[in-house]
């Protein structure tokens, strides 16, 4: 099992007023699990708690009630400390804006988890240069990002994502700062991947890109409300139907 | 190699710490120099200072050298608390004195009495007023260690039967236009007739001692000088000692016995002066302990001010790169490595400045150099580089020590939403 969470509570304090403490409850038990090789969106609008959840998914915050199982590991019970190390062999990250370093090569950016990482440096470049192969920017090395386009640069942090093979890439709407057509080329590629085995979690509001994953998860005030298979997904097929009928109208726009 | 990777991970980081911070300073160079003059200053002053002490260290021992670390000089004073019951008069040395030290101290291997007096000096038609002549025994030899460069020295002969010869300097010969050896010629000194029997080498007053030109010396037995005084006193004494060592010693027995002489009670001040070599080297010491001092004050506040200049650039640095901390983090750096990663950025700043610094003070080293004949061997010496290289990691350290821990503590979620 890739993830288990059970009763997953966060509740953020926000300070006190007349005397009674002012909570959020981002997440309100929310019960989730995830089997190796799934592609899974989580969906939800903005305050939905699909950010708070990502991010303990990442390990980048703890819950405050409830258990988070990653590969075995019981990550609820760590230290701030401890989860850096499950973050650097556990999770790859993909973020909407590509967090890349300006002024290193793709290479050098690539590289950087393996910094950060126990396993042995040796090889660290050839490994590099394979995760950049995977994703396509064989010949891109040694360019910059600021040498390299949206869509490529997407693709190098996708490759730093992988790089130290992680149970789980997590892409934070990858698809946000893209055009369609480089939108496209992510897609494909996560689809390629999730096609050799990778597990991928990706989260969106994107109901187009969300198609593209196996099995749609939506949360709404911090629970979840909806758990299917893509292709049983009402919302989804919903919006597949609404898409096909206004490319018909379209169509017959264009012929009238 | 479980427990190494650790270590291995850490050195990974550095050394590509290092490379980044120093690929910043590069193109940062304006930016670099302005943010670095605090630690600059500091050690271009810690560098000139050094060297130009231990320079002028140098030339010093070299004159003491040349004048002779054993060297004892003695004469009468009248310390102000006695000034009501006795006169300048009663507490000059007498012959008798100088004997008995010579007789009782152990410490010194010669001593010799001296009497200076101002004669005018004739030799065929030419006359020379206000000449400076000393009345001397023969261990003035040893002391002086001048070499005799025609005739003798004086013998034991001269000072008993009085004779009235004379050794003359170069300089004399000179002045006085005679021919190149003297030895045999005659001179009138206060209108007798002295044969000269030695010349002996002209030595320049070096620069501790008043310094400038040679002048004419015209040496005759004390004894004879003697004859020429009414007043029955002389004007010091001076000596060797055994060993250079042995200086204390020589000032204690010296003044026990002078003491004992004059019957000076214990609460009366001594009425006459020892002095030795030594004492001048220990004012010197405390001269130069004085000025690392006033250094050390200017390095500290220097060394402070940079390296508020230091903290402010890094502050800067961490908030520039708040959302590469978060994307660090996120990749599974350690809090501690981003701490040490900042705190290296910090310690190659300033070591840059160091480098700098260094530079500059050896410049500065370069103009002093040429400013004074003290100060011709001023060098830096190892230890002060080191040192002040030394200071300014340590500065780096403590004032990145705060932006350091800052940037360890960034929320890696808030980091990276920072815009």
């Not at chain 1, 793709?106 to 994703?135: I, T």
């Not at chain 2, 009670?265 to 030594?278: G, H, Y």
């Not at chain 2, 200017?298 to 650039?313: A, D, H, K, R």
Request: hydrophobic share 45%; glycine share 8%; aromatic share 6%.
């Amino acid at each position: 099992m890739s993830i288990e969470i059970r009763d997953l509570e966060k509740v953020y304090r926000l300070g006190t007023e007349k005397g009674r403490a002012i909570e959020v409850r981002a997440l309100d038990g929310v019960s989730l699990t995830i089997q190796p090789n799934e592609y899974v969106a989580i969906m939800g609008t903005s305050g939905s708690g699909k950010s708070t959840l990502m991010n303990i998914l990442g390990c980048l915050d703890k819950p405050t009630a409830g258990q988070y199982v990653l590969s075995g590991i019981p990550v609820h019970k760590m230290s701030t400390s401890a989860l850096a190390r499950v973050r650097n062999e556990q999770i790859g990250f993909v973020f909407q804006s590509f967090e890349l370093l300006a002024r290193q090569t793709a290479l050098k950016n690539v590289m950087l988890p393996m910094v950060y990482s126990r396993r042995h440096w040796l090889g660290a470049r050839k490994r590099a240069k394979d995760a950049l192969a995977l994703v396509g920017l064989g010949d891109r090395t040694h360019h910059r990002p600021n040498q390299l386009s949206g869509g490529q640069r997407q693709r190098v942090a996708v490759a730093r994502a992988l790089v130290n093979q992680p149970s789980i890439l997590l892409a934070d709407e990858p698809t946000g700062n893209l055009d369609s057509v480089t939108t496209n080329e992510i897609i494909a590629l996560f689809e390629e991947l999730h096609d050799s085995g990778q597990t991928i979690i990706i989260v969106t509001h994107e109901e187009e890109v969300a198609g593209h994953a196996k099995r749609i998860v939506r949360l709404s005030d911090g629970k979840v409300i909806s758990d299917f298979p893509t292709d049983k997904d009402p919302i989804h097929q919903d919006f597949l139907r609404s898409k096909a009928a206004t490319a018909q109208r379209m169509a017959q726009a264009v012929q009238a | 190699m479980i427990l190494l990777t650790p270590v291995m991970m850490v050195l990974r980081v550095l050394s590509q710490t290092v490379l980044l911070a120093l690929v910043q300073i590069f193109n940062n160079k304006i930016r670099t120099f302005l943010t670095t003059l605090g630690i600059i200053v500091a050690v271009a002053s810690i560098i000139l200072v050094m060297g130009a002490l231990s320079g002028m260290q140098r030339g010093v021992l070299d004159q003491f050298e040349q004048f002779g670390v054993k060297r004892v000089f003695m004469d009468g004073r009248l310390p102000r608390s006695m000034r009501g019951k006795m006169s300048w008069s009663d507490v000059q040395l007498k012959i008798e004195e100088v004997e008995a030290v010579r007789e009782h101290v152990t410490s010194l291997a010669h001593f010799c009495p001296m009497y200076f007096g101002s004669y005018s000096v004739q030799y065929n038609e030419l006359i020379l007023e206000g000449i400076r002549s000393a009345g001397i025994e023969p261990s003035w030899h040893d002391i002086e260690h001048r070499d005799i460069l025609n005739g003798r020295r004086f013998t034991k002969i001269d000072l008993e039967q009085r004779r009235n010869v004379c050794v003359i300097n170069e300089k004399a010969i000179e002045e006085l236009n005679m021919p190149t050896n003297a030895v045999g010629e005659f001179v009138l000194l206060s209108g007798r007739r002295f044969l000269v029997v030695g010349i002996v080498e002209t030595m320049e007053n070096s620069a501790m001692f008043g310094g400038g030109d040679a002048q004419t010396e015209i040496y005759i037995p004390i004894t004879t000088a003697m004859n020429l005084n009414p007043d029955g006193w002389i004007n010091f004494a001076q000596g060797e000692l055994k060993d250079a060592d042995m200086a204390m010693d020589a000032v204690a027995e010296i003044t026990f016995v002078l003491r004992k002489m004059r019957g000076l009670e214990p609460d009366e001040e001594d009425t006459f002066d020892v002095e030795v070599m030594q004492e001048y080297l220990e004012d010197f010491k405390k001269i130069g302990l004085v000025m690392t001092m006033i250094t050390g004050a200017v390095v500290l506040v220097s060394l402070v001010v940079g390296g508020i200049g230091i903290m402010n650039i890094m502050l800067v640095s961490v908030s520039e790169r708040t959302r590469e901390i978060g994307l660090r983090k996120a990749m599974g750096a350690h809090p501690m490595v981003i701490l040490l990663q900042f705190l290296v950025e910090a310690v190659v700043l300033c070591l840059a400045g160091a480098v700098f610094g260094i530079a500059v003070g050896q410049l500065g080293l370069m103009g002093i150099r040429q400013a004074h004949e003290m100060l011709e061997e001023a060098a830096a010496p190892l230890w002060a580089i080191v040192l002040s290289a030394g200071l300014s990691a340590l500065a780096g350290i403590g004032f990145g020590m705060f932006p350091a821990i800052r940037a360890s503590l960034l929320n890696p979620i808030d980091a990276l939403r920072h815009e």
